[in-house]
């Protein structure tokens, strides 16, 4: 397949966009059938995939999205856009702003904190509007409607392909995945909307329990005519089934623990990456939200971007209630930055605490964008399970 531009929307510091281009490191058992290299880890191949596009309001995520991924792209402060999706189409409008010609993806992780079952679930009546400011009364700006302005880009630029992820507590939330979907199909000459698909990330060599909805909507202007029938009565088992197969569970790959990709991680005293020697200092208040131990012969919590400091413990003192006993004699603490991204399947190299002469990112945020963002390594079997298939849907 030759080389796709992908845009992207509320990036973050790049979880979708990393796992979209591939080329990166993970652990081996994370991907079936690869053979061991350095210490466990390899390399996965590129998948034809190229951001050309990125935007988001946070200025942590822009710092380490260029931070990670000026070694990808050349000139890569014109490609990543502080400014909201909101104000980057009103710009367009009045003819202040132009999106990248020629994109054939575009992807959007759309805020989730509206329809996420550990919030207030305010869904699309939230008051807090796409800068992160309260209004008294919800408008077309607000966060929980931030996905019509997903909508506004793709009937803009116009892609073969689209992507919306979001929490799985969406679709549960009364009839709004169906409006969501509704909205979504009616773009441009219209999209097929395929179902959306809840995929967990462990089920795809994730260490990590954490589940999202993704949609997928595919133009009608560019598909093929001869499958438009079968696209029109589309069912999960369909040869054109964009989404990817699960590579963990049961039959199937035994999934991946956190004692696997913790293997060479020393402790943070120890070690050189300052990602590793950050970690946050709260306290053990009981049996709350990030009160607890991770289990390292299982999966990693859902890491939490609103967490407050309070990130799960690595371990905790017998005295607390841990369970490690072999791990007694070690001082109690909560997960590091490092770890936190490697639960999320970031790669050591991808800087997350530095301070240079242009950019830099505190332990704190780093915890709020790893929380943010869309597991590479999730992302990377969409993009190769649609690089797979790229050609039976379009004609390049």
């Not at 589940?211 to 560019?222: C, H, L």
């Amino acid at each position: 397949m030759k080389t796709k531009n992908v845009l992207s929307l509320f990036s973050g510091c790049g979880g979708m966009d990393l796992g979209f281009e591939g080329a990166f490191k993970v652990h081996s058992k994370s991907c079936p059938g690869a053979t061991k290299e350095n210490n466990n880890w390899v390399d996965l191949p590129a998948t034809g995939f190229k951001t050309v596009f990125s935007n988001d309001i946070l200025v942590a995520a822009r710092n380490a999205w260029i931070q990670y991924f000026r070694n990808r792209h050349k000139n890569v402060e014109n490609v990543f856009h502080l400014e909201s999706i909101v104000d980057l189409v009103n710009k367009y409008k009045k003819g202040d702003f132009k999106f990248p010609k020629n994109i054939d993806l575009v992807t959007g992780g759309f805020p989730c904190q509206d329809f996420s079952l550990a919030g207030r679930r305010n869904g699309f009546d939230s008051h807090k509007n796409h800068d992160g400011i309260i209004n008294e009364i919800p408008t077309e700006a607000n966060r929980g409607k931030l996905y019509l302005w997903l909508r506004e880009v793709v009937s803009i630029v116009k892609p073969k392909i689209f992507i919306a992820e979001n929490v799985k507590g969406l679709a549960s939330l009364g009839d709004v995945k169906q409006i969501i979907e509704n909205d979504f199909r009616n773009i441009d000459k219209g999209y097929f909307l395929l179902d959306a698909k809840i995929l967990n990330a462990k089920d795809f060599g994730v260490p990590q329990n954490r589940e999202r909805v993704i949609f997928i909507g595919i133009s009608r202007r560019y598909v093929k005519k001869e499958i438009i029938a079968d696209l029109e009565k589309y069912k999960e088992k369909s040869k054109y089934n964009p989404y990817p197969i699960s590579t963990h569970g049961e039959k199937k790959k035994p999934y991946v623990t956190l004692k696997d990709v913790f293997c060479d991680l020393p402790e943070p005293e120890d070690s050189e990456d300052p990602a590793h020697k950050a970690y946050s200092k709260a306290k053990y208040y009981g049996k709350m939200q990030g009160g607890t131990e991770i289990d390292l012969n299982g999966q990693g919590p859902t890491i939490r971007a609103e967490h407050h400091g309070n990130i799960e413990f690595r371990r905790l003192s017998k005295e607390n209630g841990g369970k490690i006993s072999s791990e007694y004699r070690l001082s109690e603490r909560r997960l590091s930055v490092r770890e936190c991204a490697r639960i999320q399947t970031f790669p050591d190299d991808y800087q997350f605490v530095f301070k240079n002469d242009s950019y830099s990112v505190n332990a704190s945020d780093s915890y709020k964008v790893i929380g943010n963002a869309v597991p590479p390594l999730l992302a990377y079997n969409i993009a190769k399970r649609l690089s797979k298939i790229w050609g039976v849907f379009f004609n390049d």
